[in-house]
């Protein structure tokens, strides 16, 4: 059967130069649509703008992919590219098999320009390292049309601005030019006294070049954590899939390009008491009501949003959950990973109040906790959002198609919301709003009637509202993950897990009253 890659650029990115960034149209590039540079096909391998294909890599792009085979189709966001030869590979890390229950695989895949597609598989319901590598099913890269696109278009105006405030706000990657590599910074964290900012990139499986210029995934595949500073320095520390045993750690000085995003803007900032300093907390809500994605900056530290919720009494909480913690204190090793390395989950409130949690990554036990109060700078992507559809709780349409979802998904980035009623404290009955970063979406059956587009949301953690209703904690002693998947026809469902054991304990008790997505792709107007 014959399958169908398609690669996509996004522009926007502009890169540091001496404290500022490159000349860019940050209104213009905002608005853009996404536009053919590049087309491959088994019958005509005429391969117009490769070179700036790989350009435009090395110059900050993310890449999105799409895999077609059939009717069906799959969109996701790559991360780790590397070049090889005339190959370009990248990583999709979040990706677990369907429907999401105790015997659910997670499948690592290695996707690269030429059709070949890699993909691992572990367990994600027990400490197993048993990791199977095998190729994309019915996959024949010989057959493949492959065609990349990206959002193109020059600049007619100056846009400049200093790293320290970019990185205060906007999504950042490195490249790394004379390895032809380039990665996403999952988080920032900038140190004020010597004006560096570092950061970390958690979403890697380790890759090797093979003889016949491609790339695969190691015959004994290891997650590999980073963190880059702009100092040179690169700390680097590397863990088995599945057990998650220790390796190496290592530390060393690296060249390396730092790109922004130059579509993001700060709406709201408070003090450490939650009482407004610029901004306004209704212009926060209002964005993240239209879909926009957040980041918060507190403390030196500079996150995105993995879900965001609006209280009934109109109180933000953002969470985070992508970093490791940083050894910080006065020595040159402030950056780097600690020996036993720890993953940090953050609740960050509008009132000022950030939990902290922090977790060892090789047994899910509790390693500290902390809780303060912090100036907040509230920020949000000003790409151009829409809703596409809404399903009541019955999973009856009742705004958009879900044909419209099906037409962007391959073309535009989806998040999720949902009302849900709460059923417990003071806010008993009444609804909070609930919004998604999506990792991945597939449907099996395009072009039908009612097609069943599934999304995953897999970096959530389970909350729970403090005994004062006024804030969130997570449980300390029962820490779940959470991996929670949306079918526009059966709705939506959270799958916890035991973050000790992997155990699989069910499902969550929610009471979905509605769900929305919405996509950043401009309207057909």
Request: proline share 3%.
């Amino acid at each position: 059967m014959a399958i169908q890659l398609m690669v996509i650029l996004l522009l926007g990115f502009a890169i540091f130069i001496k404290g500022q960034l490159s000349p860019e149209s940050s209104e213009s590039l905002c608005q853009r649509q996404w536009t053919e540079r590049r087309l491959w096909t088994s019958e005509s391998p005429v391969q117009s703008g490769g070179e700036q294909f790989r350009e435009d890599i090395l110059n900050g792009k993310p890449v999105k992919v799409v895999l077609q085979q059939g009717n069906y189709r799959e969109t996701f966001t790559l991360d780790n590219v590397n070049m090889n030869g005339k190959s370009e590979c990248g990583e999709f890390n979040d990706r677990l098999t369907s429907p999401i229950g105790p015997e659910s695989v997670l499948q690592p895949l290695l996707i690269c320009s030429n059709g070949r597609v890699d993909v691992l598989n572990m367990s994600i319901s027990k400490w197993d390292g048993n990791v199977v590598e095998q190729s994309w099913p019915d996959y024949s890269p010989g057959d493949a049309p492959v065609s990349s696109r990206y959002l193109d278009g020059t600049s007619d105006m100056q846009y400049t601005d200093d790293y320290l405030t970019m990185a205060k706000k906007s999504e950042m990657r490195g490249v790394m030019r004379d390895r032809g590599y380039a990665f996403n910074m999952d988080t920032i964290h900038i140190d004020q006294t010597s004006g560096h900012i570092s950061g970390q990139s958690l979403n890697h499986v380790s890759q090797s070049f093979s003889q016949a210029n491609g790339i695969t995934f190691r015959s004994q595949p290891y997650h590999w954590l980073s963190s880059w500073d702009t100092s040179g320095r690169r700390d680097s520390s590397r863990w088995t899939l599945g057990d998650v045993k220790r390796l190496r750690h290592t530390n060393d000085y690296v060249a390396l390009q730092w790109y922004a995003d130059a579509c993001w803007t700060s709406v709201f900032r408070h003090d450490r008491d939650g009482n407004r300093l610029s901004g306004s907390l209704e212009m926060l809500r209002a964005y993240v009501r239209m879909g926009h994605r957040v980041r918060v900056h507190f403390d030196g530290f500079t996150l995105e949003a993995n879900s965001v919720v609006i209280s009934p009494d109109g109180s933000v909480m953002a969470q985070t959950s992508s970093e490791m913690a940083r050894r910080l204190g006065d020595g040159a090793d402030k950056t780097f990973f600690n020996t036993k390395t720890r993953q940090v989950y953050r609740l960050i409130h509008t009132s000022g109040e950030v939990g902290s949690f922090y977790f060892f990554i090789e047994n899910g036990l509790l390693s500290e906790r902390s809780a303060g109060r912090f100036d907040v700078t509230w920020s949000v992507d000003t790409r151009p959002w829409n809703p596409v559809l809404t399903v009541d709780r019955l999973n009856q349409i009742t705004f958009g198609t879900i044909r419209d979802l099906e037409v962007n998904m391959e073309m535009a980035n989806t998040r999720i919301a949902f009302q849900l009623k709460e059923k417990y404290g003071v806010f008993k009955g009444q609804n909070s709003e609930v919004f998604l970063e999506v990792n991945n979406m597939r449907t099996s059956n395009t072009g039908s009637a009612r097609s069943n587009i599934i999304s995953q949301v897999l970096r959530t953690i389970p909350y729970y509202q403090t005994r004062d209703d006024k804030s969130f904690t997570m449980d300390l002693y029962r820490p779940q993950r959470q991996y929670i998947e949306i079918s526009t026809i059966t709705g939506l469902a959270a799958h916890r897990f035991s973050l000790k054991t992997r155990v699989y304990e069910g499902l969550a008790d929610w009471d979905v009253q509605s769900i929305s997505w919405f996509q950043d792709a401009r309207l057909g107007v």
